[in-house]
C-alpha cells in the first residue's frame, strides 16, 4: 500500500501526491455510440501522458519511467476502459431478438508511431501466441523489478512463490494477482459475434436458470471476477479467485479454466511456471 500511495498518491490518511502525473489529451469521440441497429461502435482517440511529478528524486525518475512503460502495455493487453472494461467490444445486432445496446465491451488500442522502430516494436504483439506470451511475461517481469526498485519488497510470480490474499469460495475472491489469479491466453473460433474467449464465458454451461452466473459473470452490484481482451488473433483472459485445487468442482471460476484447458488453445501466462528473463529497458 505504500509504495502504492508513493507511486500514485492517496487523499487517506493524509494527502500526498504521487511520483506519476497521469494526463490524457486531444480526448475526442471521432465516431458516436450506435443509436440505430445497423450503426456501428462508437469510438473515442486520445493521447495518454505519462510524466514525473515533482515530488519523484532524480535517481529513481529512470526506475519510474520503466514501471509506466511497462504497467501502460499491460494495461493494454488486459482489459478496456469505462463501464464495459472488462469485456471486449462485441455486436449484439444480429440476435434473434436485438435490443440496446448495439454494443457492449471495450477495446482498447494502442497507435504507435510506425516509423520510430523501438515505439512499433514496443507496442505491436506478435500473431504467434508462443511469442506473445514470451513478450507479456518479458514485460511483466519489467514492471515487478521496477516495483522492486521503488518499494523495496520482492516480487516472485513464479509459482509455488506466490502468495494468497484473503479466502476464495464460490462467491468470494479479491481482485488480485495471487497465486488464485489466472491469466489465460486463449485462441479458437468465435460464435455468435464473439471472440472465442468470450463466447466460452457466456456458454450455456455457464448459466443458471437462463441468466448469467454472477460468480462469474458478474451483476449489478458485483462485478465480475473475469476480464476478456481481445487481441484479434488471440484473448487474454484474466480470472480472479480460482481454487488451487480441483477440490471445489462447483468453483464456477475453476470451471471456466478448465473448459478453456479443455476445448481450445490455452497458454498460461500468470503465474510463471519458470522463472523468466528479461533484458535491460
Known amino acids: 500500500m505504500e509504495t502504492k500511495r508513493k507511486i500514485f498518491g492517496a487523499i487517506q490518511p ?34 495518454l501522458v505519462l510524466d514525473y511529478s515533482p515530488e519523484v ?16 502495455w499491460l494495461m493494454f493487453h488486459l482489459g478496456g476502459i469505462g463501464q ?8 449484439r445486432q444480429e440476435r434473434p431478438n436485438p435490443r440496446l445496446p448495439w454494443w457492449r465491451g471495450s477495446d482498447l488500442i494502442p497507435m ?16 504467434d501466441p508462443k511469442e506473445f506470451k514470451q513478450k507479456f511475461q518479458e514485460y511483466l517481469q519489467k514492471f515487478y523489478t521496477a516495483l522492486y526498485d521503488l518499494g523495496n519488497r520482492t516480487i516472485n510470480p513464479t509459482e509455488p512463490s506466490l502468495l494468497s490474499l484473503g479466502t476464495v469460495n464460490t462467491d468470494q ?19 455468435n459475434g464473439k471472440s472465442y474467449g468470450l463466447a466460452c464465458l457466456h456458454h450455456n ?4 436458470r437462463n441468466g448469467y452466473d454472477k460468480n462469474l459473470c458478474g451483476s449489478t452490484g458485483k462485478p465480475s471476477p473475469v476480464w476478456v481482451a481481445n487481441l484479434d488473433d488471440y484473448q487474454v483472459i484474466t480470472i480472479f479467485g480460482v481454487p488451487e485445487s480441483q477440490d471445489n468442482p462447483d468453483n464456477p471460476r475453476l470451471k471456466f479454466v478448465n473448459k478453456l484447458k479443455k476445448e481450445g488453445q490455452y497458454n498460461l501466462l500468470f503465474p510463471f511456471t519458470k522463472k523468466v528473463k528479461s533484458n535491460p529497458s
Open 14 to 47: 493524509h494527502l500526498q501526491h504521487g511520483y506519476l502525473q497521469v494526463r490524457v489529451l486531444n480526448g475526442q469521440v471521432t465516431q458516436p455510440e450506435a443509436q440505430g441497429k445497423s450503426d456501428l461502435y462508437g469510438e473515442e482517440q486520445g493521447t
Open 57 to 72: 528524486p532524480d535517481g529513481q525518475k529512470g526506475t519510474l519511467a520503466n514501471l509506466a512503460k511497462h504497467l501502460a
Open 84 to 91: 464495459g472494461a472488462r469485456r471486449p467490444c462485441y455486436s
Open 112 to 127: 504507435s508511431n510506425p516509423e520510430n522502430k523501438d515505439e512499433h516494436d514496443f507496442w505491436e504483439h506478435p500473431e
Open 173 to 191: 475472491w479479491e481482485e488480485v494477482a495471487d497465486k488464485n489469479c489466472r491469466i489465460i491466453l486463449c485462441w479458437g473460433s468465435p460464435e
Open 205 to 208: 454451461q455457464f448459466k443458471q
